[in-house]
């Protein structure tokens, strides 16, 4: 049986949440990503966006995609989601979802 694409993903999205809000939307996207089975991370910057990694199989990162430009934590508003660098990979180079600080 062979495996399935595993693609790697960029994303930064920008949202209309308050800081207290923005650290439980790293909490829900850790959560969502592990629940999907991928590996990446999540952190916020300086510029108020939330900014991330996540690598898997191309249908679970699709629908990551999917839950952080449409839905997010549940008291989130996303106003803009932007992907890049989506590519296939070999191995996936990372290993759990973690936040960063």
Same mark, same amino acid.
């Given at each position: ?6 693609? $790697?993903?960029? %994303? /930064?999205? +920008?949202?209309?949440? /308050? ?11 850790? &959560?969502?990503? #592990? ?5 990446? $991370?999540?952190?916020? /910057?300086? +510029? =108020? /966006?939330?900014? =991330?990694?996540?690598? =898997? ?7 990551? &995609?999917? %839950? #952080?430009?449409?839905? =997010? ?17 070999? +191995?996936?180079? #990372?290993?759990?979802? +973690?936040?960063?600080?």
């Amino acid at each position: 049986m062979t495996q399935p694409e595993a693609i $790697w993903c960029r %994303w /930064t999205l +920008k949202s209309s949440v /308050t800081s207290r809000v923005c650290v439980c939307f790293r909490m829900y996207t850790e &959560k969502e990503g #592990l629940r999907l089975g991928l590996v990446g $991370w999540v952190k916020n /910057t300086y +510029k =108020g /966006t939330v900014v =991330g990694q996540v690598q =898997g199989p191309a249908d679970m990162v699709e629908e990551m &995609k999917v %839950w #952080l430009s449409k839905e =997010g934590s549940p008291t989130s508003r996303i106003t803009r989601a932007s992907f890049t660098n989506q590519r296939s990979i070999d +191995k996936l180079e #990372l290993s759990g979802f +973690k936040t960063r600080f």
